[in-house]
């Protein structure tokens, strides 16, 4: 016979058991977060940060002469914003081409682009590859980095350095002399990457500007120091022509693998095999890039900052998670088949850190729904006397201390995010930045369930290939033309 106050302590019993398990893995999952911080606020308290790459100041690195630099920009279906990304950045230095990547069935963005290097022809180049579109990212590339080198041998100009940037990226005034001042003793240099500032309200465009914040004041600072590796974020990065030779060179004749889903990520940890030199360089200028609140016209702000690329990340829920499906497929799924695990104690915690990506949105929402359980108990124990009793299992020493542990490790998260974001976008969006990491872990649950299914199911199952699954792009108008960079 059914026996209501039975079902209540088994239900409570097994939420309980539940909250036990779901608490330790999330314990273990947290350790990586709390070492990156505790290195990080060490070397920023002792002054490390900034021993290695020393800042240059605007003066100088303005009064640099200036090299040509070859910028790399791939593109499918990006008619809508490629002529307005060529206009507002190719103004910054007459030394800097833009070669953009397009495919023979895609003739809306050759066009634009066509549109916008009659308007500048001696700084926009346009490169149609051989394979029919959509490809890989990679593949692109590769087909740009030919068209590159068919244009230094009609031209005789050789690039000092070639940079990736994506069709909807703002580029900093000082990206260039910056890459410029860093090229004869750096391979590869990579800049921070910023989402523009957002209405307080969007909360999945928030999770963008707070998760770059950090991840880029903080976390890329600390690998780069522990590991010697500097993870290429795909757009405000420059290879130096050695690097670019050293790579073609050890892999046959192709730059970039035409397999991988985040190209940039992979090539990171073959530059260190190579013995180049990289560098994640947080250099200060006197101004950003940006969009002030209640304009949507990009503007010069007056707000020191690291010189940094600018863009909109999504601010739709479902562009969010399948943008970040993909990151999870490239760095969860094809780096753990193609890059191993790292050969020092700090590339295995820098791995884990990266792959755990995989299940660490699908626990966080996992603990969400055991905590409503927990309160929903809680709230009806007051009014039943079998509530009541079954409440009790949740009153277990045990559980008490993992759940006293993660609500430290909580708080630790919410004030390290906030920190970075108010550091970049001022208090507001910092205070905000709290909740938003709890939307932030159901857009990763979404992405997570994605990548799993087309991992699994339709590349394992059915040999489906992992394709370019790109996202829609957009770009801000510009309120005033910026002033143009001499040699």
Known sequence: MFDVTDAIVAYVNAIAGMFLVVG??????????????IAYWVTKLFGMEKTKHPDISEESLLARPQRYLAVMVPAWHEEDVIY????????????????????PNDYGTQKEVLKAAEE????????????????????????LLRGIEEYEQETGVKFAGYVLHDSEDVIHPLESPLFNALINELDFIQIPVYSFSRSLLQAVAGTYMDEFAEFHNKDLVIREQLTGIVPCAGVAACFSRRAMDAIKQARGGEVFDSTALTEDYDIAFLIKQLGLKPAFVHNPASYTMDIPEGTSELQRIEHKLAIAVREYFPDDYRAAYRQRSRWILGIGFQGASKLGWGDTVAEKIFFVRDRKGIFSGIIAVIAYFLTFNAVLIAVLAKYSEDWRIAAYALLDPALKIVFFINV?????RLIQRMIFATKVYGLAQGLMAGPRVIFSNFVNFSAALRALYIFIWRHKVQKEPLGWDKTAHSIPVQNEAQPVLTQ
């Open 120 to 143: 500048h022809p001696s700084n926009i180049q346009l490169v149609v590859g051989p394979n029919p579109g959509p490809t890989t990212k990679a593949d692109c590339l590769n087909a």
């Open 408 to 412: 430290a490790l909580l708080v630790n």
């Open 84 to 103: 307005d990304m060529l206009k507002t950045n190719v103004v910054h230095s007459p030394m800097t081409v833009f070669f953009v990547g397009t495919y």
């Open 24 to 37: 330790i893995i999330i314990i273990f999952y947290s350790l990586d977060d709390v070492f990156v911080d």
